[in-house]
């Protein structure tokens, strides 16, 4: 089992930032790959961005050059930069793992609300 912990959401105003960070423990060592993803009220959840244990990373055409992926693992802990944010970023951002047997695993949620 592997437990997922996101931190760092909030409200700012459009234009600003914020960065999550999402700790893992338990089963961890399989861990291949790390993502956000975020479901904004009506909406389908979506990939924000995907970063592998190599660091090769992924991210979705409406964050591109302003979200930043990356992961320290030594301390099992991905971050998502957020620059530049828009009202439509507002969603609650989900921190998820994948290991090399395709299990999936997701963390609470941490609210991110832009204000225009």
């Known amino acids: 089992q592997v437990h997922l912990v996101e931190s760092g959401g909030g409200l700012v105003q459009a234009g600003g930032s914020l960065r999550l960070s999402c700790a893992a423990s338990?089963?961890?060592?399989?861990?291949?790959?790390r993502g956000w993803y975020r479901q904004a009220p009506g909406k389908q959840r979506e990939l924000v961005a995907g970063?592998?244990?190599?660091?090769?990373?992924d991210y979705a055409d409406s964050v591109k050059g302003r979200f930043t992926i990356s992961r320290d693992n030594a301390k099992n802990t991905v971050y998502l930069e957020m620059n530049r944010l828009k009202p439509e970023d507002t969603a609650v951002y989900y921190c998820?793992?994948?290991?090399?047997?395709?299990?999936?695993?997701w963390g609470q949620g941490t609210q991110v609300t832009v204000s225009s």
């Open positions: 338990g089963s961890i060592f399989s861990i291949n790959i």
């Open positions: 970063i592998t244990y190599g660091g090769v990373t």
């Open positions: 998820n793992a994948r290991n090399l047997q395709a299990s999936v695993y």
